[in-house]
Structures are given as C-alpha cells and as structure tokens.
C-alpha cells in the first residue's frame, strides 16, 4: 500500500472514531445548567480574554472558558457547588465559590488591577502560555476550543530567549521553517508551502516582502493549515500574524540595551503612560547596528511606534496608531554548493561586491480599531493603510566549476513601492437555540493595492550578465552597470478586493462545539506593463469553506478534526506579473484535512499534536502534447505530525518547543519539478525545545535544543543542506524589580551548520557560537 493511500485511510479512520464519539457524547448529556457571568476592571470596562476556571467541589475535574468581545463567558456545568477562579494579564486572580441551579446563572466579576510590582518583576512570569486569541476565529476563543494547530510565541519566550526576528521565533515552531528569502526578507516554509505574503498585523494583511522587527510585539501567532476564511486569499500553509503592542492603562516605562558579538548593537524602548481611566499613550522605539559573522555584512534598523487609546465609556474602545519602520542591511547571498552539498568555503565568505550589495525598506504603518458593544452585539472595524518602498542590490553566487577553481557571479536590482489600504468590519453576537449556544460572526472586508515593479539586470564591465570569478577569492570589485535587460519587470498592478464572510461557532454541549463558516473573495487584478503598453486584466471569485468538531470528553482535553481550503491567485502571493498565459490559469488550490488533541496536562502546561494532510491542486505544468502549452495538472501533498509542549512543568520550569515529521512531495509533475520530487527546504524531522528553569528567586537559566534533519535545497532535488543539532544557552539575573540582566548564547557548541537556501547556490550559513548581553531598566 503506498504511503499515499495508508494516509488517507488511517485519517479516515480517526475522523470517524471523532465523529462516532461526538455523536455519543452528543446524545449522552445529561441534566447540566449554565452559568453565565461578565468579567470587568475598576472602571466598568469589559476585560476580553480572562480565563474562568470552574472546579465542582469534592472533584478534580476543571471547566474553562475566555471571556468574549463583550467580556462574557460561558460554562456549561451540571448542578452543584464550584470553586470560581477569574485570571487576565495585568489584574489581580479572583477566588470566588459559587452554587449552579439547575436554572442558568449570571455572575458579574470585577477584577482589581494587579500591584506595580506584579507587572514589572520579571521573576513573577511564571509560564510563556497565552489562554485565548481573537485572530483564529475573529472571536475571543479558547486555544483549546480551536481546532486547528495553533502556535502562540509571547513577548516573554522572546525576551528570554532574545529572538531578534520572524525566522529566530519559528525555529521553536513545529511545522514552519525559515527560507533564506534571498536575504533580503521574511519568507517562511508553513506545511510544504513557501510564502513571503502570509503574514499579518493585527489580523491585516501586511505582505510586502521585507524584514519585520520584535521590538513592539506582544505575541507572535502562527496559525497552520488554510486560514482563508478568515484571512483571505492565499495562507494555503498557515499565515504568521503579529499581535502588537497598545497602549494601556497601566504605567510602564522600560528601556533595553543590547551588546555582544559581532559589533552586535541595539536598543529599545517601552514608554506606556495613561491620562486619566479614558485616554492613554504609549510609545514603543528601536534602533539597532549590528554588522555579522558573515564578512563585510551589517545592517542598522530603527523604528518607532506611537499608538493611543481612547475609552469614552465601559462599552466603547479606539485605538489608533502609526509605525516608521526602516531596514537596510548588506544584500547577502550566502553560499554555493559543490557536488550535492554546500561549498566547503569558510562560512564568512562574500561572493559579490559588498560596497555594492544592499538592501532597504521604509515601511510607513497607520492603523485605527473601532470597538462598541451593544448588549450581547460587538460591531469592530479596523483599517489598515501601508506605504511600502522596497529596493534592493545583489551579486547572486551561480554554478562551481568541476575543478573547483571558479564560481559563476550575476547581478540585479529590484524596486518594489506599495500601497495598502485594507478595511474590515465584524459583526458578532450570541444567541441561543434551545440548549445549544452559538457565537455568530458576520463580516466584510475590501481593499486596495497599488504596486509598482522594476527591475534592471547587471552587466560586468557593461558588457556580460554573468562572470567567472576565483573560487578562493571571490570577493570582486568588477565595475557593474546595471540597466533593464530584455525581460525585467517594469510594471504597475492595481489590485481591488472584497470579501463577505459568516461563522457560527456552536456550542451543542460542555462535550462538543462545531465552528462551521464560509467566506467569499472578489479578487480583482489589473496589470499595466510600462515597457510595452499592454494591459491585461484577471477577476477570481473565490469560496472558501472551513468547518471543525471539537469533541471533550473530559474538560482538559479537546480532540478535534477540522476541513478548511485556500486559494492562490495565479499571479502568486505577490502578484508582480501577469502574462496572457497566467491570465487564462485558474488559482491553485489548497484542501486540509487535520485530526488533533489538545490536553492540558496542567493549569498552566499543555501538550497538543495534530496528524494533517494537506493538498495542493491545480498547479501549473507543461502540457505532454505541447510543450509551449500549460495544463494546471500539477500537484504536490505534504502529509504531517506534530506535536508540542508548552507550559510551565513546575513553578520553577518552563517549557516550549515541539517535533514535527512532514512528507511534502509532487503527486503530478509541474513545470519546476518531476512527480515524487521532494518538497525544497521541508525537512522529514525538526525538533525544538526551550527550557527555562529558576535556580533561585532572583536567578534563573535556559537551554534550547534545536534539531533539524536533511532537506533539499531546491525542487530538483540535487543539493542536499545536512542536518543538524543546536544547543542555546542563557542567564537571567533580576537586581530587584527595576534591573534585569540576561546573557544568551547562541550555538554554544560551536557547530558548523547550514540553515536555509534560495536556489542550490544560495545557501545561508549558520552563526557560529555568538554571545548577546542584555540590560534592562524599567522606571
């Protein structure tokens, strides 16, 4: 039996076990009530996402649910006396007993702010565990009540483990790997599915491809699996969303100051001041110059970011803020490969001319969120407008010759400017239909982009687009003209779309909930090519379904199955072109079928896994009959496990990290690869876990794991980026409550190791054994 079919069946199997017990659970309920209760601060403002935490007394058994958009919740419990815990970031925990009738209760909860020193003592941090986030379901859900494979990386984990970008933070994320991006931005591997256009602010799209930084993140979400009824077109692996920080109404003022090898240079700040219990301001800035261990590369980044927020009343919320982002950085290719493998060059080697190598992007962010509550109605809009201009230089390492003497250099140039301008609006509200509960959401999106390409080609000494250059000593200063070439891009692309979109998240009883909801997408792309005049024009309308079972036998465990599909555009995640013949190709398609549990070992450690199949269909191949014709033919598949592990395992241990085996490879050839061709850059096996343990009140240490198996370096299948094993370190020492000092030191075994690529001769690197010192003080 192939692997293919063993699979499918196996999953089969599992989703009707889901569904048989669901059913039984379903008809099994016996006499229960509901308690219903709104949880508030001092100032009669709703707190969204407490945790409410019932025990029965006398029994070990715990029942949890968030509080939602209007701070209410709701727990499905049979008679009986229950110890109450009510838990939110920055407030004081509430204990409370109360007794369930057999008619629904109603329990209204004001939660005291928690005292200065709870909020400042990073001693006091004592898991990196997030209960509940809006961005899956675009209601407050529960982790646990999801069902799919979520992975939440809070500003702690990131702190701790001093995580400088998107591709640090998913090294601990099972199921993502970072791509190499071409060294110039964020590009990620989600289930066999690479993207530099699935990620997200606040739930916006945010997808010009440059590098984002953490300086004002409160969390990162990675949501794996097709996300588009939620998010929209494309996300046909996951999408990575940035969960950013707002202002409050707690004071905060803090400053970091980072050091340590490799000229590494940064600072940052985190200035939070309210004005009075309406109105409060806060300001998060960054400046970082660092160069690296790959020679004559740097890079200096900075970036400020004001927002306010403005409540009028308990009912009401506005935020508004705005983000100057610049990066520019050595354009850096990394290295090629000989014989199957990376080249046995030193890690520092720059192949190309570094004086004229780089990279720059000036991102310009203004947001604003209307939030009203209206009895057991929550109307938000949030709109999203980006101003993106993007450039960047590179000499690109080609082929090695077969006696190893000299290395093939090109060179280009790419200018991307952008403009984003993305509104959406949610409608939710609960209502009930006999004993089953449902949260409906009813929503609308539309947007607008504006993208303007151009691209010119390197020509050494103003004559060849391509050179022999010495293998040994490959760093040139050849004079270089660069000018458009017969094929570069020089474009302008208008993009309009709208989105209509519902969901009803089911509560059937305390055993079994079903989120079931479809959205539909009008893609609208208009191309211009400048060099030409042509105009050419392709409208999509798009539906795409999603629809889980989450089953609870017991209230720590969740076990679900979840069907969701995705589409891409034919013009790609960053529609740069569109020709007559991608103007006639359907989107490709994304089909996920996951199976997953989700047990909460502990209050505050959980282990989940999911087993995954994911298809990709209708992609691009060359027609056998014809080979100037395309036929959508082609497909690939990736079937996976994950499994991870969060939490805290005593007081003084905290976990992250995870195993994740994927089998991603083409099922039908495509125009880039041959049938049964692995996936590039998806490893059979990853493994991570970061471990964080308090020696004393005052002191505490962490080590990382990091594992990787072998992986291709491109769809052909032909270089291989070996496997390997990472070990991290870190200290923590807080002075008192204002003064933190942390070293971390990354690869402390001083492993040689490869991380990533962009082609089979674009091959990054690994840093070797690198220290970072960190000073924080907070005022």
């Excluded at 190499?180 to 289930?191: A, F, M, T």
Aim: charged letters at 20%; proline letters at 4%.
């Amino acid at each position: 039996m192939s692997r293919s079919n063993l699979f499918g069946r196996l999953f089969s199997l599992l989703l009707m076990l889901a569904g048989t017990f669901a059913l039984c659970q379903a008809q099994a309920v016996g006499v229960q009530s509901t308690l219903r209760g709104k949880v508030l601060d001092p100032n009669r403002a709703v707190i969204v996402g407490a945790t409410v935490t019932a025990q029965e007394k006398n029994s070990p058994q715990t029942f949890t649910a968030a509080s939602d958009q209007n701070g209410e919740f709701t727990l499905a419990l049979a008679p009986g006396e229950y110890t109450l815990k009510i838990s939110a970031a920055g407030f004081e925990e509430m204990t409370r007993t109360v007794s369930v009738e057999r008619e629904a209760a109603v329990l209204e909860v004001t939660l005291q702010v928690a005292g200065s020193n709870l909020n400042v003592a990073v001693s006091d941090v004592l898991n990196y565990q997030t209960e509940a986030i809006g961005s899956a379901t675009r209601t407050q859900t529960p982790l646990r009540d999801i069902p799919q494979a979520i992975t939440v990386v809070s500003k702690e984990q990131m702190r701790d483990q001093s995580l400088q970008s998107i591709g640090d933070v998913v090294n601990y994320v099972p199921g993502i790997t970072s791509h190499q991006g071409e060294n110039n931005r964020d590009q990620l591997v989600i289930r066999g599915n690479s993207t530099s256009a699935d990620f997200y602010l606040n739930g916006v799209r945010d997808d010009v491809q440059y590098y984002r930084d953490l300086y004002n993140v409160e969390r990162i979400e990675a949501l794996k699996g097709p996300n588009a009824m939620i998010f929209g077109r494309g996300g046909g692996g996951g999408v990575v969303n940035r969960v950013t920080k707002e202002a409050g109404f707690t004071p905060l003022r803090e400053l970091t100051l980072q050091g340590g090898s490799f000229r590494n240079r940064r600072g940052a700040f985190d200035f939070d001041q309210p004005f009075g219990d309406r109105l409060a301001f806060r300001f998060n800035g960054l400046y970082e110059n660092s160069d690296s261990y790959r020679k004559f590369v740097n890079r200096e980044r900075y970036g400020l970011n004001p927002t306010f927020t403005f409540a009028p009343d308990s009912r009401t919320k506005i935020t508004v803020g705005y983000e100057y982002f610049h990066d520019g950085r050595t354009a850096d290719r990394g290295i090629p490969s000989y014989l199957g493998r990376p080249a046995d060059t030193r890690i520092s080697t720059f192949f190309g001319n570094p004086k004229d190598s780089r990279v720059r992007a000036d991102v310009h962010l203004l947001s604003g969120m209307f939030e009203r509550q209206m009895g057991r109605f929550t109307l938000r809009n949030r709109t999203l407008f980006g101003d993106y201009d993007r450039f960047y230089q590179n000499y690109v390492p080609g082929a090695v010759t077969a006696d190893k003497t000299r290395v093939a250099l090109s060179a280009y140039n790419n200018a991307t400017q952008r403009r984003n301008l993305f509104n959406q609006t949610d409608l939710i509200f609960s209502a009930n239909t006999g004993s089953i509960r449902h949260t409906f959401l009813l929503g609308a999106e539309v947007g607008r982009q504006l993208t303007d390409n151009f691209r010119n080609t390197g020509f050494f000494n103003n004559t060849a687009t391509s050179i022999l250059v010495s293998y040994d000593n490959p760093t040139i200063s050849t004079p270089v003209t660069f000018r458009q070439a017969a094929t570069d891009a020089n474009n302008h692309l208008k993009t309009n779309l709208a989105a209509a979109y519902a969901q009803d998240q089911l509560e059937l009883s305390r055993y079994v909930q079903v989120v079931a909801g479809l959205r539909f997408d009008y893609f609208d792309l208009q191309f211009h090519n400048n060099r030409n005049g042509e105009d050419l024009r392709r409208i999509d309308r798009l539906v795409s379904p999603r629809v889980g079972v989450v089953v609870k036998p017991v209230q720590p465990l969740s076990i679900y199955a979840n069907y969701s599909v995705a589409y891409l555009p034919s013009s790609g995640d960053q529609f740069s072109s569109l020709t007559t013949i991608t103007q006639q190709v359907e989107p490709e398609k994304f089909t996920n079928y996951e199976f997953g549990v989700k047990w909460d070992v502990r209050r505050y450690l959980t282990l989940t896994s999911a087993l995954y199949r994911q298809n990709r269909t209708n992609t691009r191949a060359t027609d056998p009959n014809n080979p100037t014709a395309i036929v959508q033919t082609g497909s690939s598949r990736t079937n996976g496990f994950e499994l991870a592990l969060n939490g805290s395992v005593t007081r003084k241990w905290i976990v992250a990290g995870g195993y994740a085996f994927q089998d991603a490879f083409f099922t039908n050839a495509t125009t880039a690869a041959r049938a049964g061709a692995q996936v590039a850059q998806v490893p059979h096996h990853t493994f991570s876990l970061w471990n964080n343990y308090r020696l004393m009140a005052r002191l505490g240490v962490g080590l990382g794991l990091i594992h990787r198996s072998d992986m291709f370096a491109a769809v052909d299948n032909t270089v291989v980026l070996p496997g390997y094993t990472r070990a991290d370190a870190a200290v923590f020492y807080n002075f008192n409550e204002k003064w933190r000092l942390q070293a971390n030191l990354e690869n402390l075994f001083d492993r040689r190791y490869y991380l990533n690529a962009d082609s089979n001769n674009n091959i990054s690197p690994g840093s070797p054994r690198a220290l970072r010192l960190g000073l924080t003080a907070r005022f």
